[in-house]
């Protein structure tokens, strides 16, 4: 009885812990992204290096840099179409190995997916970024809504891959984490990136979505 209840009140902390960094992070992309976009309202890059827009040194990456065709992907861990687009993004890249560098950036247009992708950029400090992402893909139906989302349930899920937990709660609250996360909304409204999954490839966008399109774009920069 006694562990039982030891358990339930370690599980209690770690809630109130979890909801309280997810606080701290809504708090930060509240106030401090509505005053960088308004700031950069008044001065669209104009002379900023278009390719930022596309990749950043902070960027995931799948392929060398050296690639002939550059595939950006903004997405939402909540979107379903990304959940199922993800399987075939692999199948291409598998196709085309060293010919293509993928490069995923963040895009959370549903309500809390910017908590989510806080979660993801701390698990790329334990070089965890890519099974993460494929763990709320496959599990999105238990923690995901329109409304918002079940954090508890998405943390529960990616607990179980090999994480420290507690190093990934640390890193969750590191501003260099969620600078990551703020640039790639700022970097995907430029480039009007407003649904997801948005396309990019060599800097082209998808104009009319549908994976037989996304495959001619590619096979056309292949081309080349």
């Known amino acids: 009885m006694t562990n039982k209840k030891n358990n339930n009140t370690v599980m209690q902390n770690k809630t109130i812990i979890i909801i309280s960094i997810m606080v701290l992070i809504g708090i930060f ?16 890059a104009l002379s900023e290096n278009q390719s ?36 075939y993004i692999k199948d291409i890249l598998e196709k085309n190995k060293g010919k293509i560098q993928l490069v995923l950036r ?18 790329k400090k334990q070089d965890m970024f890519l099974e993460a992402l494929e763990a709320s893909f496959k599990t ?11 954090l508890n349930n998405l943390w529960e899920n990616i607990s179980g891959l090999g994480l420290d937990m507690d190093k990934l709660l640390k890193d969750m609250k590191d501003p ?49």
């Open 29 to 44: 992309f509240g106030m401090k992204y509505t005053y960088n976009q308004s700031e950069n309202n008044k001065t669209v």
């Open 52 to 87: 930022v827009l596309f990749k950043r040194d902070t960027s995931f990456t799948i392929g060398p840099d050296n690639a002939k065709v550059q595939l950006v992907e903004y997405f939402d861990p909540a979107c379903e179409t990304c959940s199922q687009f993800h399987p």
């Open 106 to 123: 963040y895009a959370p247009l549903h309500k809390d997916s910017d908590k989510v992708v806080v979660i993801l950029e701390a698990a």
């Open 140 to 150: 999105q139906q238990n923690w995901a809504g329109h409304n918002g989302h079940n």
């Open 176 to 224: 260099e984490v969620m600078n990551v996360v703020r640039q790639d909304i700022e970097d995907g409204k430029k480039l009007g990136a407003t649904k997801t999954p948005s396309y990019y490839v060599n800097g082209k966008p998808l104009q009319e979505f549908g994976l037989q399109n996304l495959k001619d774009l590619i096979q056309s920069e292949m081309d080349k």
